[in-house]
């Protein structure tokens, strides 16, 4: 049992040990119990702050951005915003319209936030003792329970009974699963060089490897990000609640709380994204030039303590950054349609997560020690794991990635989509003109004019 | 067989049902109070029915029980984001009525407040069209510079919406003094400002995504659906009525008609925003060639045209805006009929929609460019 929570769990610093040493067994209270429940309580609390200050941020990123000062009332600068924004939430009329299916109804926004906020517990928020569980699947799992949200979409669409709902839901249920293929596709790359599912263990293999996997993997990136925006229903991908056409989508029917239940689990899902692309592609809490044990070469970082604080701030500040795009791309970027988002997942991002993994698996066994039947032999074992070589063998990556799979991938893609309705717009244009014209001359022929499809 | 059966509706694995949906008459993006019934298979649109009447008060009943002079303020009312271009229709109208020559420097501002309100019109369109698509920052964008403008027209007339700008014969006041370099700062930002919109959209993938290929209506569809304004011009006719039947000083200006070519959501975007330039244009000669001299012609108090019967139109930011009106030689107009036409212009919706998606047709309300005022008079 303990040996189980041991591979599971960091140990807790010492003065969480001190301070349960009344108990008996010292240990396991302080490390299976008392020390995990702190975290969780730490991370839900800065999570669900940071997302409420992240509607703050948002609004007033879009409101510089669109020429306007954006809340300014509450506080200074509109600070405590959110504060009146919960309370208002909180304090309103709790309403369930009458045809709703009760029980699913209440139930939906509830799968919704529990399956954005469960992921918190394995993202490496810091080195050392600031992830809550260091499962060793930890990406899988980020990967399957962020899919469970899904779930509370497409019950508050049906729940709700309204025509608005059920089309907001249907929308992000094919989308979400969509886009989820093509996110778990890109990753793989990444995966390949990391050779694990451990979310530390990614970060410290981009540490011996000795390069971020950005730099490795860019295509895996730009189809993460793509599928990330997608997949948290953001805009331009944010269809499931496309205002000008369905109100408000899956949503339409929620108020008060209910509705902030689900504000909250996209603004955290956006979090979560964010930190696994962090993770996975940026490099974690590392900063070029900053070690565990140095800090641009300046001198040695001797308290492990400064160290982890120092790597959480990294690590909150690339988020950070991540978010201000989503932020960006939200506020200058049309809608996409309905059908214009299938094909993007289906026609783009899928391809090009699967011809990335092929590639990048042909660039990795070339580049196998020749006694384990590579070519090149630009990799060598290190603490029983296969790292590049000390630059040959991070350019031949990076090369690879950069010079060759972009180029074949977009040979690729275009073959895919020439035909494709939204790929030659010109050429479709006129198509659908010719269309129209023969459409209007059998009209013109026929006589009477068929009636055409009246509603009422 | 198999294909028979597929085509009766029969043999599909599930029930398939056609879903009735109800957007508006309160719905984000109709616009106004406009009621737009939808049948949906799946998110495609299989049958169209626009239900309008929400706004509806009767201007053109009222017309039959007001003086001539008392009307005016009604119009302002119809397509309430272009007060003043209804203005100039229903007071040409009516001097039509009267053969009242106006004064030269009374036509110039006229023709500089008209251009200023089709920009104004324009922008507000360009922003809830974007906004409709998903790019709600150049709604913003729009709206600073159509401020700008209504602050010209508040100093000048009073008013910021309804603007009340022309009297029968002229105009009440002449301009302030202010207003011919307020004029002239505006047309200095516009051209940049355009050109932002122009850089968030005309290049941007999704934007060409959502709108070309989009409810092509080819020219003799267009003329058939007797579409005017910006619609129409879309297509490729080059109809427009301040070329075609001259009023007021346009026959004094240069200015270009620019056309589409094919008729879909993207062209009338690209003929709006020429047109928008070249209303920048046409106000810079206008502003130009300003004459001196009074600002209204002599006009009886109580004004009892001959009798007698008028039809005059002119080209309103959405369209051919007409009045048609018969005197009978009383105080009140015995008949008075308006084109209005954000209402023809509508008609087209229904066949423009079918066959495409949920969010073309958003989109497509936003390319007619209608207000429901005017569309329920």
């Given at each position: 049992?303990?040996?189980?929570?041991?591979?599971?769990?960091?140990?807790?610093?010492?003065?969480?040990?001190s301070?349960?040493?009344?108990?008996?067994?010292?240990?396991?209270?302080a490390?299976?119990?008392?020390?995990?429940?702190?975290?969780?309580?730490?991370?839900?609390f800065?999570?669900?702050?940071?997302?409420?200050?992240?509607?703050?941020?948002?609004?007033?990123?879009?409101?510089?951005?669109q020429?306007?000062?954006?809340?300014?009332?509450?506080?200074?600068?509109?600070?405590?915003?959110?504060l009146?924004?919960?309370?208002?939430?909180l304090?309103?009329?709790?309403?369930?319209?009458?045809?709703?299916?009760?029980?699913?109804?209440?139930?939906?926004?509830?799968?919704?936030?529990?399956?954005a906020?469960?992921?918190?517990?394995?993202?490496?928020?810091?080195?050392?003792?600031?992830?809550?569980?260091?499962?060793?699947?930890?990406?899988?799992?980020?990967?399957?329970?962020?899919?469970?949200?899904?779930?509370?979409?497409?019950?508050?669409?049906?729940?709700?009974?309204?025509?608005?709902?059920?089309?907001?839901?249907?929308?992000?249920?094919?989308?979400?699963?969509?886009?989820?293929?093509?996110?778990?596709?890109?990753?793989?790359?990444?995966l390949?060089?990391?050779?694990?599912?451990?979310?530390?263990?990614?970060?410290?293999?981009?540490?011996?490897?000795?390069?971020?996997?950005?730099?490795?993997?860019?295509l895996g990136?730009?189809?993460?990000?793509?599928?990330?925006?997608?997949?948290?229903?953001?805009?331009?991908?944010?269809?499931?609640?496309?205002?000008?056409?369905l109100?408000?989508?899956?949503?339409?029917?929620?108020?008060?709380?209910?509705?902030?239940?689900?504000?909250?689990?996209?603004?955290?899902?956006?979090?979560?994204?964010?930190?696994?692309?962090?993770?996975v592609?940026?490099?974690?809490?590392?900063?070029?030039?900053?070690?565990?044990?140095?800090?641009f070469?300046?001198?040695?970082?001797?308290?492990?303590?400064l160290?982890?604080?120092?790597?959480i701030?990294?690590?909150?500040g690339?988020?950070?950054?991540?978010?201000?795009?989503y932020?960006?791309?939200?506020?200058?970027?049309?809608?996409?349609?309905?059908?214009?988002?299938m094909?993007?997942g289906?026609?783009?991002?899928?391809?090009?997560?699967?011809?990335?993994?092929v590639?990048?698996?042909?660039?990795y066994?070339?580049?196998?020690?020749?006694?384990?039947?590579?070519?090149?032999?630009?990799?060598?074992?290190?603490?029983g794991?296969?790292?590049?070589?000390?630059?040959?063998g991070?350019?031949?990556?990076?090369?690879?990635?950069?010079v060759?799979?972009?180029?074949?991938v977009?040979g690729?893609?275009?073959?895919?989509?020439?035909?494709?309705?939204?790929?030659?717009?010109?050429?479709q244009?006129?198509?659908?003109?010719?269309?129209?014209?023969?459409?209007?001359?059998?009209?013109?022929?026929?006589?009477?004019?068929?009636?055409?499809?009246?509603?009422? | 067989?198999?294909?028979?059966?597929?085509?009766?509706?029969?043999e599909?694995?599930?029930?398939?049902?056609?879903m009735?949906?109800?957007?508006?008459?309160?719905?984000?993006?109709?616009h106004g109070?406009?009621?737009?019934?939808?049948?949906?298979?799946?998110?495609?649109?299989?049958?169209?029915?626009?239900?309008?009447?929400?706004?509806?008060?009767?201007v053109?009943?009222?017309?039959?029980?007001?003086?001539?002079?008392?009307i005016?303020?009604?119009?302002d009312?119809?397509d309430?984001?272009?007060?003043?271009?209804?203005?100039?229709?229903?007071?040409e109208?009516?001097?039509?009525?009267?053969?009242?020559?106006?004064?030269?420097?009374a036509?110039y501002v006229?023709?500089?407040?008209?251009?200023?309100?089709?920009?104004a019109?324009?922008l507000?369109?360009?922003?809830?069209?974007?906004?409709?698509?998903g790019?709600?920052t150049?709604?913003?964008?729009?709206?600073?510079?159509?401020?700008?403008?209504?602050?010209i027209?508040?100093?000048?007339?009073?008013?910021?919406?309804?603007?009340?700008?022309?009297?029968?014969?002229?105009?009440?006041?002449?301009?302030?003094?202010?207003?011919?370099?307020?004029?002239?700062?505006?047309?200095k930002?516009l051209p940049?400002?355009?050109?932002?919109?122009?850089?968030?959209?005309?290049?941007?993938?999704?934007?060409?995504?959502?709108?070309?290929?989009?409810?092509?209506?080819?020219?003799?569809?267009?003329?058939?659906?007797?579409?005017?304004?910006?619609?129409?011009?879309?297509?490729?006719?080059?109809?427009?009525?301040?070329?075609?039947?001259?009023?007021?000083?346009?026959?004094?200006?240069n200015?270009?008609?620019?056309?589409?070519?094919?008729g879909?959501t993207?062209?009338?975007y690209?003929?709006?925003?020429?047109?928008?330039?070249?209303?920048?244009?046409i106000?810079?000669q206008?502003?130009?060639?300003?004459?001196?001299?009074?600002?209204?012609?002599?006009?009886?108090?109580?004004?009892?045209?001959?009798?007698?019967?008028?039809?005059?139109?002119?080209?309103?930011?959405?369209?051919?805006?007409g009045?048609?009106?018969?005197s009978d030689?009383?105080?009140?107009?015995?008949?008075?009929?308006?084109?209005?036409?954000?209402?023809?212009?509508l008609?087209?919706?229904?066949?423009?929609?079918?066959?495409?998606?949920v969010a073309?047709?958003?989109?497509?309300?936003?390319?007619?460019?209608i207000?429901?005022?005017e569309?329920?008079?």
């Open positions: 049992m303990q040996a189980i929570l041991t591979t599971l769990l960091f140990v807790a610093p010492d003065w969480v040990v301070l349960t040493r009344e108990r008996r067994p010292n240990a396991f209270w490390e299976y119990v008392v020390w995990p429940l702190i975290q969780i309580v730490v991370v839900l800065i999570v669900l702050t940071l997302v409420a200050y992240l509607v703050y941020l948002e609004r007033k990123v879009s409101a510089f951005m020429a306007r000062l954006g809340p300014m009332r509450v506080g200074p600068w509109g600070l405590l915003q959110p009146a924004d919960g309370i208002k939430l304090i309103k009329e709790d309403i369930i319209p009458i045809k709703a299916d009760r029980a699913v109804f209440i139930v939906a926004p509830i799968i919704s936030v529990v399956a906020l469960v992921v918190l517990a394995v993202i490496p928020w810091g080195a050392t003792w600031a992830t809550i569980a260091n499962v060793n699947i930890g990406l899988l799992f980020i990967l399957a329970v962020s899919s469970v949200g899904v779930l509370g979409l497409v019950l508050a669409g049906w729940g709700s009974n309204s025509k608005y709902s059920l089309l907001g839901a249907l929308r992000s249920s094919a989308q979400m699963v969509s886009y989820e293929i093509g996110m778990g596709l890109s990753i793989i790359g990444a390949m060089f990391a050779r694990t599912l451990s979310m530390s263990g990614i970060i410290d293999a981009q540490r011996l490897d000795g390069m971020w996997y950005l730099m490795f993997q860019p990136f730009l189809v993460y990000a793509i599928s990330a925006l997608g997949e948290t229903n953001r805009a331009p991908f944010d269809l499931p609640e496309a205002e000008s056409e109100v408000a989508g899956y949503h339409t029917e929620y108020s008060g709380f209910r509705w902030a239940l689900f504000f909250m689990a996209e603004y955290s899902a956006m979090i979560v994204t964010s930190a696994v692309a962090v993770t592609f940026l490099g974690g809490w590392m900063l070029p030039g900053v070690t565990g044990t140095s800090l070469g300046l001198g040695p970082i001797s308290n492990p303590t160290h982890t604080f120092a790597s701030i990294v690590f909150a690339k988020i950070m950054l991540l978010i201000y795009a932020m960006w791309f939200r506020w200058t970027w049309p809608r996409y349609r309905y059908d214009q988002l094909e993007l289906w026609k783009w991002m899928i391809p090009a997560g699967l011809a990335n993994i590639l990048t698996g042909i660039w066994v070339l580049a196998l020690p020749k006694s384990q039947g590579g070519v090149f032999g630009l990799m060598q074992e290190e603490r794991r296969l790292i590049p070589n000390r630059w040959a991070i350019v031949y990556f990076i090369v690879t990635a950069f060759v799979t972009i180029p074949i977009w690729l893609l275009v073959t895919i989509n020439r035909r494709s309705r939204d790929f030659n717009l010109h050429d244009r006129q198509l659908q003109m010719q269309l129209r014209r023969e459409r209007l001359e059998k009209m013109l022929q026929e006589q009477p004019r068929p009636a055409e499809t009246g509603v009422q | 067989m198999q294909d028979q059966q597929l085509a009766k509706g029969q599909t694995l599930f029930d398939a049902e056609e009735v949906l109800n957007m508006g008459p309160q719905h984000p993006s109709t109070v406009l009621r737009v019934i939808l049948k949906l298979d799946g998110e495609t649109v299989v049958g169209l029915d626009c239900d309008i009447g929400f706004l509806h008060r009767g053109e009943k009222i017309g039959e029980a007001d003086t001539y002079a008392m005016t303020p009604y119009w009312r119809l309430y984001v272009a007060a003043v271009s209804n203005d100039l229709c229903y007071v109208g009516v001097e039509k009525m009267l053969q009242v020559e106006v004064p030269k420097r036509e006229r023709v500089i407040l008209t251009e200023l309100q089709r920009i019109s324009h507000l369109w360009l922003g809830t069209h974007a906004m409709d698509i790019a709600v150049v709604l913003l964008y729009c709206f600073r510079e159509r401020e700008e403008i209504l602050k027209f508040e100093d000048f007339i009073g008013a910021r919406l309804t603007a009340h700008a022309f009297r029968i014969g002229g105009l009440w006041w002449d301009t302030y003094p202010e207003f011919e370099p307020r004029v002239r700062d505006f047309l930002i940049g400002r355009i050109d932002e919109y122009e850089t968030l959209l005309n290049a941007n993938r999704i934007w060409l995504q959502r709108t070309v290929g989009i409810g092509i209506l080819p020219a003799e569809e267009a003329i058939n659906l007797s579409l005017t304004g910006p619609a129409l011009r879309g297509s490729g006719v080059k109809y427009d009525v301040r070329k075609a039947q001259p009023y007021s000083a346009y026959a004094d200006f200015f270009e008609i620019p056309v589409g070519e094919n879909d993207y062209d009338r690209l003929v709006r925003m020429e047109e928008m330039k070249q209303s920048a244009i106000i810079e206008a502003l130009d060639g300003l004459p001196e001299g009074p600002v209204m012609a002599k006009v009886p108090k109580i004004i009892k045209p001959p009798v007698g019967e008028v039809y005059h139109s002119i080209e309103g930011p959405k369209g051919e805006l009045v048609y009106m018969v030689g009383t105080g009140k107009p015995y008949r008075m009929r308006i084109r209005p036409p954000s209402y023809i212009n008609q087209s919706l229904k066949r423009m929609s079918i066959g495409h998606l073309d047709v958003v989109a497509l309300i936003g390319t007619l460019d207000v429901l005022g569309v329920d008079r």
